[in-house]
T-cell receptor, first 113, second 110 residues
Framework: DVKVTQSSRYLVKRTGEKVFLECVQD?????MFWYRQDPGLGLRLIYF???????EKGDIPEGYSVSREKKERFSLILESASTNQTSMYLC????????????FGSGTQLSVL | GQQVMQIPQYQHVQEGEDFTTYCNSS?????IQWYKQRPGGHPVFLIQ?????EVKKQKRLTFQFGEAKKNSSLHITATQTTDVGTYFC??????????FGSGTQLTVLP
């Protein structure tokens, strides 16, 4: 089975801090994604990557950046955390084929105080 | 941009009752996927529908894709407490991107 591992289950940060969320997948998937999940809003795509060092903006990229230096690892960066970035962050991966199913990590609940 | 709307947002049913959630897209979809997220868990892929009018079954779950490929539904027959969770539909907004509906949170009362 595909395993997508997110480094932290819960994270508490202060406003203005730089925050790194890490995600690793073990199935050699080309595509990796970062979503945030908020009640009533479903899952919204922040950024995705289809290859090493490649990235594309999703629907809500403002306030975030990403890094993909290795195929298995995809990092989400909050340059200066704000309270409106308090959310559940979900990492996902999929194979290269068009619209392949997503495999999700367990999520990181981030609280920005 | 593309929008995927899902109703209802919440549904409470008595165990043994049926449940249906509906998904509507603002654009024609090449396919639609369904995911289930248990409380405290992460979304898990259930199924993908590709053909117009397609109907697929997984035990008590029946998935339909509309003839115009702009809507879909998930029907659960005789719900059980193990069906509790949030059900999401998702449609492609590009070759690599999926747009998710807002989900339907199902509560099953014993």
């Amino acid at each position: 089975d595909v395993k997508v591992t997110q480094s932290s289950r819960y994270l508490v940060k202060r406003t203005g801090e730089k925050v790194f969320l890490e995600c690793v997948q073990d199935m050699d998937h080309e595509n990796m994604f970062w979503y945030r999940q908020d009640p009533g809003l479903g899952l919204r795509l922040i950024y995705f990557s289809y290859d090493v060092k490649m990235k594309e903006k999703g629907d809500i990229p403002e306030g975030y950046s990403v890094s993909r230096e290795k195929k298995e690892r995809f990092s989400l960066i909050l340059e200066s955390a704000s309270t409106n970035q308090t959310s559940m962050y979900l990492c996902a991966s999929s194979r290269q084929r068009i619209n392949e199913k997503l495999f999700f990590g367990s999520g990181t609940q981030l609280s920005v105080l | 941009g593309q929008q995927v709307m899902q109703i209802p947002q919440y549904q409470h049913v008595q165990e043994g009752e049926d449940f249906t959630t509906y998904c509507n897209s603002s654009t024609t979809l090449s396919n639609i996927q369904w995911y289930k997220q248990r409380p405290g868990g992460h979304p898990v892929f259930l199924i993908q529908l590709v053909k117009s009018g397609e109907v697929k079954k997984q035990k008590r779950l029946t998935f339909q894709f509309g003839e115009a490929k702009k809507n879909s539904s998930l029907h659960i027959t005789a719900t059980q407490t193990t069906d509790v969770g949030t059900y999401f539909c998702a449609g492609p907004s590009s070759a690599r991107q999926l747009t998710f509906g807002s989900g339907t949170q199902l509560t099953v009362l014993p």
